[in-house]
């Protein structure tokens, strides 16, 4: 069964400081993985999305990495500030599913000033 | 640009009713779209996947005559919740993509579904 599993689930933070989001992925034919953030009780926004051929991809204080060996994917924040408070998922789609985003249960970040 | 919307923003229906969600794609035309339900600090769960002009594809679980999909045209796609009970309530969000192999889906604001 493909499952995505994100950890922590919960985070809490002094503004200010670089902090590391965990992705896992069971299914080692990923087609691509995407990071979302979501405020509370709104709808998705698209952070990353590595594909994958890719290792990395970054845009401004946000750096996505991939490694599909070990089935694990991390959202790296640089520089953390109280706007970035929200929930952040991760979802991936397999070979011969692209279709479909499985998601994980996302991590809960709080940034405190 | 790439615009997801949809309605209504937040629902509450007696137990029994019937409730339509819209989504639409504001700026461009979506072949496909995804109808996706969310309970309180869970994950997205995929329901079923739309492509305009036939059938939906059901997740499996996803009981057919009760969440019906209509996706008539390239803009819209309904979600019909029939005889909705307490445990319907949920959010439920709408993704769209706009060819047929891009990766990117684009999702919407989401609808609150309130169930008494």
């Known amino acids: 069964k493909q499952e995505v599993t994100q950890i922590p689930a919960a985070l809490s933070v002094p503004e200010g400081e670089n902090l590391v989001l965990n992705c896992s992925f069971t299914d080692s034919a990923i087609y691509n993985l995407q990071w979302f953030r979501q405020d509370p009780g709104k709808g998705l926004t698209s952070l990353l999305l590595?594909?994958?051929?890719?290792r990395e991809q970054t845009s401004g204080r946000l750096n996505a990495s991939l490694d599909k060996s070990s089935g694990r994917s991390t959202l790296y924040i640089a520089a953390s500030q109280p706007g970035d408070s929200a929930t952040y998922l991760c979802?991936?789609?397999?070979?011969?599913?692209?279709?479909?985003?499985?998601f994980g249960a996302g991590t809960r970040l709080a940034v405190h000033p | 640009g790439a615009v997801v919307s949809q309605h209504p923003s937040w629902v509450i229906c007696k137990s029994g009713t019937s409730v339509k969600i819209e989504c639409r794609s504001l700026?461009?035309?979506?072949?496909?779209m995804f109808w996706y339900r969310q309970f309180p600090k869970q994950s997205l769960m995929l329901m079923a996947t739309s492509n305009e002009g036939s059938k939906a594809t059901y997740e499996q679980g996803v009981e057919k005559d009760k969440f019906l999909i209509n996706h008539a045209s390239l803009t819209l796609s309904t979600l019909t919740v029939t005889s909705a009970h307490p445990e319907d309530s949920s959010f439920y969000i709408c993704s769209a993509r706009q060819g047929a192999r891009t990766d990117t889906q684009y999702f919407g604001p989401g609808t609150r579904l309130t169930v008494l």
């Open positions: 979802a991936a789609s397999f070979s011969g599913g692209y279709n479909k985003l499985i």
């Open positions: 700026d461009f035309q979506a072949t496909t």
């Open positions: 590595i594909q994958s051929s890719q």
